[in-house]
């Protein structure tokens, strides 16, 4: 099962890099290239209190697509994606406390099985998807840390 990950630290506490990680209304005000759109399915939900089972509706790479909630936590997001060409993956947002709790080990992966995962091995297509995560959480840095 080919995994791609990225990390980044921080200069923040895991609690206030959840709380913009998880405000997905404003991610247009901070990061416009690679989510476009993450909403709670259920829109009396907060995406603060999603629970497994819960769905999201994404739209990554101008791919529309529902996910299902299996874990969230103060230092976890982990969802399971929609089987696509017999691929699926659960992509895991983790929240890491460092430097005393002063700082977070922000660290985003995906985990792909299926007939053709192989494809998206770092070598080949997860290549892409690293840059995309890259940019995703040199993003979120820049926010959290202009917030704190």
Excluded at 54 to 68: G, L, M, P, T
Excluded at 105 to 113: G, I, K, R, V
Aim: net charge negative; with cysteine; charged share 25%.
């Amino acid at each position: 099962m080919p995994v791609v990950e990225s990390s980044i630290e921080i200069a923040a506490p895991p609690a206030k890099v959840r709380e913009i990680f998880l405000d997905f209304a404003k991610y247009s005000e901070w990061h416009t290239a690679w989510i476009k759109k993450l909403e709670c399915e259920d829109s009396s939900k907060s995406p603060l209190s999603l629970q497994p089972g819960d769905k999201v509706k994404c739209n990554i790479e101008n791919f529309d697509f529902v996910a299902e909630i299996m874990e969230n936590t103060e230092g976890l997001l982990l969802w399971q994606g929609p089987p696509v060409f017999t691929v699926s993956g659960r992509h895991s947002f983790r929240m890491e406390p460092v430097n005393d709790g002063a700082s977070t080990l922000f660290t985003q992966a995906e985990d792909l099985s299926g007939l053709l995962s192989f494809l998206a091995s770092p070598y080949l297509l997860g290549r892409m998807m690293k840059s995309d995560f890259d940019g995703f959480l040199k993003d979120l840095k820049v926010r959290a840390e202009a917030s704190t």
